[in-house]
């Protein structure tokens, strides 16, 4: 019985020690006061950005927004079936554009390294920042 708890115990420290040292590794920027994880994942961005600590943003995770509303989230790029709209992923990585597990993120359009505005990841006039993605 005392070796299963030690060796429970000692799995629980090696995924902890782990935990920790992917965190302390994460590049981290100054964003509004707090300090961040730069490639942070939606849930990371709305746990803020859900109006408890920052401005609230629509979620629009996995459906079709308007224009005007907070891009879909959380979706798999490109969406099945629509890959002939889309850029190649190659296209998107030059452009500085990622994704995260193959999907749309915040920080698919924004990087919190950007003091600028709305952090985008290149300046979006005449929609360059929407045809980095979208084929014209």
Request: glycine letters at 6%; a negative charge; one cysteine or more.
């Amino acid at each position: 019985m005392c070796k299963a708890l030690y060796a429970t115990f000692a799995v629980l420290v090696v995924l902890l020690l782990f935990v920790l040292l992917k965190a302390l590794r994460a590049e981290t920027a100054e964003h509004h006061g707090f300090m961040v994880i730069v490639e942070e994942t939606t849930s990371g961005c709305l746990s803020c950005h859900d109006g408890s600590a920052a401005q609230s943003v629509a979620n629009c995770s996995g459906v079709d927004c308007r224009i005007s509303d907070s891009h879909s989230v959380d979706i798999p790029y490109p969406p099945p079936g629509k890959e002939n709209e889309y850029q190649p992923v190659a296209y998107l990585t030059e452009a500085r554009i990622k994704l995260i597990n193959d999907q749309i993120s915040c920080i698919s359009c924004h990087d919190l390294k950007n003091p600028a505005g709305l952090h985008l990841v290149m300046d979006n006039a005449g929609s360059n920042l929407c045809f980095g993605c979208h084929i014209k």
